[in-house]
């Protein structure tokens, strides 16, 4: 299994362009997570899915960012209008979610995303 | 907010030495769980403890939970220097519905 796969590996943009960021689950995993990395907030849950459905959106910081899950195999996050403040590394993890327990959590490589 | 808040924030050990961090939590929870990141990576699963659980083991690693203090710690027994890395534990709130909340983690050094 290639495991969650996520693109870019980096991105690089300018104030007010729009950013998408792309995440495989694990084949068979109901569960996946978009969390954020930064130094002075650490990780930090944006949103969560169950089965392609959003469960918990209250970490999406503002109506800049969205996401979507529209089958099993493919999430996106995006930004619209990207801000500096965006710039940070974004994972995508997903898990087998039996019973809605996610005891065990498989991330990607992350997106190291900078806004100039 | 955060669930989670690891202690100490930085860690600088000897190889062969032992190394403990801690995490509090807020809330009731139903597990705990601990995650490794190397510099640059993504998170790995280390080891799980679930709330009726007190005490774990896997390899290296030792786990305790005291869910009347709401701690839990994570002790890395002979350390070597591939144990760099930054270490985070994350609770399963028993008031959600699956969601995992991360604390702020524990940057280990282990020098050779």
């Known amino acids: 299994d290639a495991g969650v796969i996520q693109s870019p590996r980096h991105e690089v943009t300018e104030m007010g362009q729009e950013v998408t960021l792309r995440c495989k689950p694990i084949s068979g995993h109901n569960s996946l997570f978009w969390y954020r990395q930064t130094m002075m907030r650490g990780l930090e849950l944006l949103i969560y899915f169950n089965n392609n459905v959003p469960i918990d959106d209250s970490g999406m910081p503002e109506d800049r960012f969205s996401a979507k899950m529209p089958n099993a195999s493919f999430s996106t996050l995006k930004i619209q209008p990207s801000e500096p403040r965006d710039s940070a590394v974004y994972f995508c993890?997903?898990?087998?979610?039996?019973?809605?327990?996610?005891?065990?959590?498989?991330f990607g490589s992350g997106t190291q995303l900078s806004v100039l | 907010s955060q669930q989670g808040e690891e202690d100490p924030q930085a860690l600088s050990i000897q190889e062969g030495e032992n190394a403990t961090m801690n995490c509090s939590y807020k809330t009731s929870i139903n597990n705990l769980q601990w995650y490794r990141q190397n510099s640059g990576r993504g998170l790995v699963h280390l080891i799980l403890?679930?709330?009726?659980?007190r005490e774990k083991h896997s390899g290296r690693l030792r786990v305790t939970l005291d869910t009347s203090k709401k701690s839990s710690s994570l002790l890395i027994t002979a350390s070597r220097a591939a144990d760099t890395a930054s270490y985070f534990c994350a609770t399963d709130a028993r008031s959600n519905t699956g969601k995992l909340i991360f604390g702020q983690g524990t940057t280990l050094q282990v020098k050779p």
């Open positions: 993890a997903s898990a087998p979610g039996v019973e809605s327990r996610n005891e065990k959590l498989f």
């Open positions: 403890i679930r709330s009726n659980e």
